[in-house]
Nanobody
Framework: QVQLVESGGGVVQAGGSLRLSCAAS????????MNWFRRAPGKGREFVAS??????????ADSVKGRFTMSRDNAVANNTVYLQMETLKPEDTAIYYC?????WGQGTQVTVSS
C-alpha cells in the first residue's frame, strides 16, 4: 500500500519562501504522477500543482503561477516531489496535501504572516 508523507511546512513572513516535500513509500517500484492541493481555513480544497511520472510535464494553478514550482528528481528518489514556494502571501496559508493514485498524505501546515 502506497503511503504519502509531506514535510517542510512552517510559519514564514509574507514574501518569504518554503519548500515542501512529499515522499511516497510502499506498494510500487514505478514512478507515477503526483499532485499538490491545499485547504485554507474555511475554504474548500484547491488544486495547486501537478507533475507527471518523469517530471517533464507540470501544471500550476493560476493563483500560484510564477511563485510556486513543482519538481521531482527520479534519479535521486523515486516518487518524491517538491513544491518550492516563493514570495508567499498570507492567502497562501493552508494545509498542503500531496495526492497520488487517489491516496492522500496527512498534510503539512503552511502559515504566512503579514
Amino acid at each position: 500500500q502506497v503511503q504519502l508523507v509531506e514535510s517542510g511546512g512552517g510559519v514564514v513572513q509574507a514574501g518569504g519562501s518554503l519548500r515542501l516535500s512529499c515522499a511516497a513509500s510502499g506498494g510500487t517500484s514505478s514512478n507515477f504522477g503526483m499532485n499538490w492541493f491545499r485547504r485554507a481555513p474555511g475554504k474548500g480544497r484547491e488544486f495547486v500543482a501537478s507533475i507527471n511520472s518523469n517530471g517533464d510535464s507540470r501544471i500550476v494553478a493560476d493563483s500560484v503561477k510564477g511563485r510556486f514550482t513543482m519538481s521531482r528528481d527520479n534519479a535521486v528518489a523515486n516518487n518524491t516531489v517538491y513544491l518550492q514556494m516563493e514570495t508567499l502571501k498570507p492567502e497562501d496559508t493552508a494545509i498542503y496535501y500531496c495526492e497520488a493514485r487517489d491516496l492522500w498524505g496527512q498534510g503539512t501546515q503552511v502559515t504566512v504572516s503579514s
